[in-house]
């Protein structure tokens, strides 16, 4: 199975940082819409979907509450 946590925020909603870490993929993916693939430490990814657009750029790296999209 899957291990992970699915969030729906409501339509236009701000999305933000689960945790602190270092942005590794910001923009479209394959129907997924804009998405954000963070790196956090003690190894662990977030992975954000269905973003109307991203506010962060690869390699920055970013605070827990920072707006991705």
């Not at 945790?19 to 990814?45: C, K, L, N, Q, S």
Request: proline letters at 9%.
């Amino acid at each position: 199975g899957r291990k992970g946590l699915t969030l729906a925020p409501r339509p236009d909603a701000l999305v933000v940082a689960p945790a602190g870490g270092r942005v590794t993929f910001a923009g479209p993916y394959r129907g997924y819409g804009t998405i954000v693939i963070m790196e956090h430490p003690e190894g662990w990814t977030s992975v954000i979907t269905g973003l109307a657009g991203a506010e962060v750029a690869v390699g920055q790296k970013i605070a827990t509450g920072h707006p991705l999209g």
